[in-house]
């Protein structure tokens, strides 16, 4: 059974950081591509970051650059998202995807609130 879970969402103030964690099993991970996807209240799906299998290269939508750091942990079959200086617009759900052949979790409640 393929099993990806997301974890590390939460409350925090504008300004602070998070870090994401998607755990992941029943496929072959450190040869998948990963990515992470959020979905804001009443907006549609928005692609935030890749990682490839091979060369590890990230690359990230520009709205999060620099912002947002993506990173892979093949021995453990996990997905990291750190996300630091959030904003109130970072409010979404937050999901980890393999997009061959396309495994989703169930996303991370993230809430950016003062």
Do not use: H
């Amino acid at each position: 059974e393929v099993q990806l879970v997301e974890s590390g969402g939460g409350v925090v103030q504008p300004g602070g950081s998070l870090r994401l964690s998607c755990t992941t099993s029943g496929f072959t991970f450190s040869t998948s591509a990963m990515t992470w996807v959020r979905q804001a209240p009443g907006k549609g799906l928005q692609w935030l970051a890749s990682i490839y299998n091979k060369n590890r290269n990230t690359y990230y939508a520009d709205s999060v650059k620099g912002q947002f750091t993506l990173s892979r942990d093949n021995a453990k079959s996990t997905l990291y998202l750190q996300m630091n200086s959030l904003k109130l617009e970072d409010t979404a759900v937050y999901y980890c995807n393999a997009p061959t052949p396309n495994y989703w979790g169930q996303g991370t409640q993230v809430t950016v609130s003062s």
